[in-house]
Each structure stands twice: as C-alpha cells, then as structure tokens.
C-alpha cells in the first residue's frame, strides 16, 4: 500500500525566511504527486501537482517543489515566506494507472511570524 | 466555474443513527472521491465513483457507502454511527480518473 511521510509537523519561521517541507512517499511504479494548502477557515486547495515530464514543478504563489525518484521525494520550497502562507500542508500522492484515491501525508502546519 | 458544493455544512447525529451527505461536483467533472479528516487520522480515503460506479474504496467498515447519480453528484450515508465516524468528510471532483481532484468545504460531522 501507498503512504505518505511529511517529516515536519509544525514549522515556525519569520517572514522572508526561506521554507522546505519534506515530504516521502512510499510505491515503487508511477505516481502522480500534489501539494495542497488549507489556510484557516478555507478547504483545501491545490498548491502544484507532478504527473510527468519536468521535475521541478512551480505552482502557484511562488511555491515549487522537486520530485526525485531516487529518493522518493516530493519536497515544497518557496525562497521567502510571506504571513500569509500560514496554512497547513499537504502532501498526496497517488498511483499513476488511473486510479483517483490520493494517500496523503499527515500535514505539516507552518507557522509565519511577522 | 463553481467550485465543488457540499451540503450541509454541519450536522449533528446521536450514535446508532445514520446519516447522508451530498456533493456537487464541478460542472463536467465526472469523478467524485469521498475523504474522511481527523486529528487522529488525518486524510484518508472513503470511496471514489465514476460514471455512476464504485471504482475504488478504502479501508473503512460497510457502514459507509455512497452512490453517484447520472449528473455526476455524489451522496455517502454512515449507518450506526459511532463516536468515531465524527469527523469532516471531504468531497473532490475532477474531470477524470487521472486528473487533479478540487476539493469541497466539506461537511463537519459531530456524533454524540
């Protein structure tokens, strides 16, 4: 079975410090690969996504993320955070055949201080 | 485009009884998944229907099932609830088996 490691549960940073969230999955064939946000209050969103090609995906808010096979890795990276990045973090993961049930991590909520 | 609607929004049940939830896909989407979020739990996957059939289901009881009618929209229904089941649950839609999944509000279920 698929699973999904988010190392980070709550990360605290300062504005424009710069951010990564870890994120690991576990499913040896094809996989597609998300990050979804929920801010407060709000459902969740879609931050970026890998189905192929490229693997160093940008997504929106000046947040991208780079998939490494070798690694199984799917890690978030924005250069510098802004107070309204606090939001929980998702990362999800599903297998690339065609079926639609993401596994998803366990969160990491961040934290950003003015 | 609307997003993905799901109603109601709260809901309070006693254990034993049951309960249905509804979701309204994005217009033309054609898959719903079903997700279930607790602390305890976090994320996890009910069910996912396309055209009208279940196509994958995860690892919970047979008290909860759902069903997809032919405009695409989505009911669950949990029977006997238990203390467990409160919880949000989580609709998402997207236009095909393989493509990006948008996520409704969700309904907050509380069990009591």
């Known amino acids: 079975a698929q699973s999904v490691s988010q190392h980070n549960h709550h990360v605290i940073l300062s504005e424009a410090a710069s951010l990564e969230l870890g994120c690991n999955y576990s499913y040896g064939g094809t996989v597609n690969l998300f990050w979804y946000v929920q801010y407060p209050g709000q459902h969740l969103q879609l931050l970026l996504k890998?189905?192929?090609?490229?693997?160093l995906v940008k997504g929106i808010k000046g947040f991208e993320a780079e998939f490494i096979k070798s690694k199984f890795s799917f890690n978030l990276r924005k250069p510098s955070v802004q107070w309204s990045d606090t939001a929980e973090y998702f990362c999800a993961v599903n297998a690339g055949t065609g079926a639609n049930n993401l596994f998803f991590g366990t969160g990491t909520r961040l934290t950003v201080i003015p | 485009k609307a997003g993905v609607t799901q109603t109601p929004r709260y809901l309070i049940k006693t254990r034993g009884q049951q309960v249905t939830l509804s979701c309204s896909p994005i217009?033309?989407?054609?898959?719903v998944s079903w997700y279930q979020q607790t602390p305890g739990q976090g994320l996890q996957f009910l069910f996912e229907?396309?055209?009208?059939?279940?196509?994958n289901k995860g690892n919970f009881p047979g008290r909860f099932s759902g069903r997809q009618f032919s405009n695409s929209r989505s009911e669950m229904n949990v029977s006997t609830l238990e203390l467990g089941d409160s919880a949000l649950y989580l609709c998402?839609?997207?236009?095909?088996?393989?493509?990006?999944?948008?996520f409704g509000p969700g309904t907050r279920l509380t069990v009591t």
């Open positions: 217009s033309g989407h054609r898959s």
């Open positions: 998402a839609s997207s236009w095909d088996r393989a493509s990006v999944q948008y």
């Open positions: 890998y189905f192929s090609g490229d693997p």
């Open positions: 229907y396309f055209s009208e059939t279940q196509r």
